[in-house]
């Protein structure tokens, strides 16, 4: 039997590495579906939900570098996926999808579930193109292949369904999908610039992002050449071990108080692989140096004093010999007393509570983090969860933790504990998630169960979108639109099949964590978190405290209009 189009799209992708496409079946992709059902080689994971799809593609892809695959039939299908496409663009990780299409004599005739799929996807793919025959299959599945995995992007082909069943043209063998690893280089005067800048600052900070992923000596040795306290974005806590004792804390709302103190009293800050865009957080009067591989992204933010265009590790090497070491060390201790005095502040909100209270959400993460294995690998939801997990979280340098960087989108955590677990299986997956993100895409909860991936959801159960509250008050108004009718999870779990405990005791978190983690079942710990828990900020401005002030005042001015209502007309009378 000869070999079709999508028999030779199947072994392309296995060819480069490919272990698992995430997708649904659709009538423009069955012939996809059988040459899938075919091999063994590439396995397909049915899911529930093409945003699901894609949001684990996308998590694979940022785990482990390698290429993530999606597929979806035409019309609503190719429209799904695009949340989760988002993810890995805005982040730049490599992810390729398939689309199929009505059959090509009538793409343009307006036949149901057609729509023009180029266009959906010319925003959030760096190649976006459609097979017009089985002759330039190959090469187009292959430039696209190699565009998302060199261009860290998303890649889009879109092919008609009649071209999917055509005989399959013989390759060219020379023909093959290209990978580079190139490094850019500053030249010898654009480093001495650098270094002689740095060399006359005395209170110098170090902010790294996952730029910097591949320069962890570097950054530790040039943090102790310097005196310099580290500073993390939230996509790179998981970079250096978080109990080095440079390493003071996160920047910006979602960091800490020494992170934000080092930061912005510093007078020279060196931002390495990070593109943070936030200007509040950056410091007022002090000269900021930006290291990246990427022009679009120097200055982007911020205004500089000068940049480096290069790779992060090679930068940093060079900059190294470059650089007098520094003797005086106090902004350091000053960074690292606030640190210490931070941690104080953490074990205050991570206190226990007594039986029958709500648990501090701060102390569940610390809980977590405790009793999690040294290669753990986090995926973290979307709202206040990710400001508990970015400070309460003590990541060691092995573990990894992962969320939804720059779309922040409600949804990926339960989809990235399914990527992750399928491109790591011997690793211990957690995914802490907020309740409202949680149940997002939970149609796909079932599909842990199906394919037997033992994946730990602690759910911060709070019956509301806690974090959108804060930033209802953030804008001066009380709450609104933001509580939530939550079903019981552990009877949802038990219908799935899976291992469900329930906790509303802090003395049962341990117990609660241990068996789940044990359970050797997909699992979910429902914890019953303090729903009117604070995060105050590690930079209040006078403005925050009066909207915050202003939101209580105006919720306050509603209730008594509301009891003042039911007086007047409950026929009381004084």
Known sequence: MSRNVSDQIIEILSQIGVKHIFGIPGDTIDSLMESLRLQDKVQFIVMRHEAT?????????KLTGQLGVCVACQGPGAVNLLNGLYDAALDKVPVLAITGQVDSALIGTGMPQEINQLSLFNDVAIFNQEIRSAENLPRVLMLACQAAINGKGVAHVSIPSDIMRQVACERDQKEKILTFHSKLIPSDKELDDVAELLNSKNKISILYGGGSYDAKEELVALSKKLNAPLVHTTRSKDILDNHLENVVGGIGMMGSRAGNHAASGCDALLVVGASFAFKEYYPKNADIIQIDNNINRLGAHTSLSDGLLGDCKITLQQLLTRITPKTDDSFLKSAQALKEKGWDHQKYFAKPTAAGKYIHPQALTEKIGMLADEDAIFCVGTGSVTVYCNNFLKLNGKQRLLWTWNLASLGWALSAGLGCKLAS??????????DGDFQMLIADLVTFVKYQLPVTFIVYNNESYRFIELEESGEGNPAFGTKLLNPDYVKLAEAHGMYAVKVTDYSKIDEALQAAFASGKPAIVDVLVDPNELFIPPKVTPKMAFHFAESKFKG???VKGI???????SGVRH
């Open 53 to 61: 799809g894609a949001f684990a593609a996308s998590a694979q892809a």
């Open 425 to 434: 299986p011997q690793r211990q997956v957690i995914v802490p998630v907020g």
């Open 556 to 558: 306050w001015s509603f």
């Open 563 to 569: 009891l003042n209502f039911i007086h007047n007309h």
